[in-house]
């Protein structure tokens, strides 16, 4: 009964802030998220990254580990990826995003927070970091099929990860008022997050369904096996083990259709909000799961 009580008190307040705001952008359609999207990623993650880094006493080379178990992630998934879209004959580009690139900011980040506490967001937040960086670069080349060092320069993320490894690298205690600053806009940045999820699942709509379905499978289904491979693979246990295995089971990332209607064609674009909104909404039958054997085996 304890772990079933456990599992509400994780997935409660993420689902229902998400429902909040699918209720707020069926009532107001034209609400532009822009404003919480442009806020979250040049203030709110940094400060996530920064503060759980600076502030969870995990190892400097915990982090690393899990930053290169991410990047080795989506270089496997993204081998996988590219058969399916050869198969399927689509354009194995720019439809590739969606597939090797979870939503374990907006979903994954608070789901590790209630369920693992401060080391949970620690963790999960360095594999979000990876995950933001590959938007910013890889993302971007595959929508556009040009490179361009303009948006990783201009992407904070990657100097919040710099800052907070040296700190804890070196051992730097940070001052409480930096401390305060850190996790009063992380912790309002995730309430903004789930709740632009929300109004995002309201506005977008399902263009190609087939597909959509074909792309939700890899994602929601083979991606959490493939996660819970690498914590075999790679001998994980407790927290470790638990937010690995979560966070490669979230659904398709939100950015990546924000990203492709700056960048591709409205017919990729189009595609691509079909398989966010599919797999975030076939994600709430999973996670669920995914999230009981986390905490019943990795808890």
């Given at each position: 009964?304890?772990?079933?009580?456990?599992?509400?008190?994780?997935?409660?307040?993420?689902?229902?802030?998400?429902?909040?705001?699918?209720?707020?952008?069926?009532?107001?359609?034209?609400f532009d998220t822009k404003f919480i999207t442009t806020l979250a990623g040049n203030i709110g993650l940094p400060c996530i990254i920064?503060?759980?880094?600076?502030?969870?006493?995990?190892?400097?080379?915990?982090?690393?580990?899990?930053?290169?178990?991410?990047?080795?992630?989506?270089?496997?998934?993204?081998?996988?990826?590219?058969?399916?879209?050869?198969?399927?004959?689509?354009?194995?580009?720019?439809?590739?995003?969606?597939?090797?690139?979870?939503?374990?900011?907006?979903?994954?980040?608070?789901?590790?927070?209630?369920?693992?506490?401060?080391?949970?967001?620690?963790?999960?937040?360095?594999?979000?970091?990876?995950?933001?960086?590959?938007?910013?670069?890889?993302?971007?080349?595959?929508?556009?099929?040009?490179?361009?060092?303009?948006?990783?320069?201009?992407c904070t993320s990657v100097y919040a990860l710099i800052v907070s490894l040296f700190l804890v690298y070196f051992g730097i205690p940070?001052?409480?008022?930096?401390?305060?600053?850190?996790?009063?806009?992380?912790?309002?940045?995730?309430?903004?997050?789930?709740?632009?999820?929300?109004?995002?699942?309201?506005?977008?709509?399902?263009?190609?369904?087939?597909?959509?379905?074909?792309?939700?499978?890899?994602?929601?289904?083979?991606?959490?096996?493939?996660?819970?491979?690498?914590?075999?693979?790679?001998?994980?246990?407790?927290?470790?083990?638990?937010?690995?295995?979560?966070?490669?089971?979230?659904?398709?990332?939100?950015?990546?259709?924000?990203?492709?209607?700056?960048?591709?064609?409205?017919?990729?674009?189009?595609?691509?909000?079909?398989?966010?909104?599919?797999?975030?909404?076939?994600?709430?039958?999973?996670?669920?799961?995914?999230?009981?054997?986390?905490?019943?085996?990795?808890?």
């Amino acid at each position: 009964m304890d772990l079933y009580i456990k599992l509400f008190e994780v997935l409660f307040p993420v689902f229902l802030v998400v429902g909040i705001g699918y209720w707020y952008g069926k009532k107001d359609p034209k609400f532009d998220t822009k404003f919480i999207t442009t806020l979250a990623g040049n203030i709110g993650l940094p400060c996530i990254i920064f503060y759980s880094l600076t502030t969870s006493n995990v190892e400097f080379f915990v982090f690393l580990r899990f930053l290169y178990y991410t990047f080795l992630y989506v270089v496997l998934f993204a081998i996988l990826g590219i058969l399916i879209l050869k198969i399927l004959k689509k354009d194995v580009y720019r439809l590739l995003p969606p597939l090797i690139l979870p939503n374990s900011g907006n979903m994954g980040l608070p789901i590790c927070l209630f369920a693992y506490g401060k080391t949970g967001l620690a963790i999960g937040a360095a594999i979000t970091s990876v995950i933001v960086i590959l938007h910013f670069s890889l993302n971007i080349l595959l929508a556009s099929r040009k490179f361009s060092y303009k948006p990783l320069i201009n992407c904070t993320s990657v100097y919040a990860l710099i800052v907070s490894l040296f700190l804890v690298y070196f051992g730097i205690p940070i001052p409480g008022f930096l401390e305060n600053t850190t996790f009063l806009i992380s912790y309002s940045t995730i309430f903004l997050v789930l709740m632009s999820l929300g109004i995002a699942l309201a506005n977008l709509r399902i263009f190609s369904l087939k597909e959509s379905l074909i792309f939700t499978f890899t994602r929601i289904i083979i991606g959490p096996l493939i996660g819970f491979a690498f914590v075999n693979f790679f001998n994980l246990s407790g927290i470790e083990a638990g937010v690995m295995f979560i966070q490669t089971s979230m659904p398709s990332a939100v950015l990546t259709y924000l990203i492709a209607r700056m960048y591709s064609p409205k017919n990729i674009s189009d595609n691509i909000a079909s398989t966010v909104v599919v797999s975030t909404f076939f994600s709430f039958i999973t996670v669920p799961i995914v999230v009981f054997f986390a905490l019943k085996y990795f808890g």
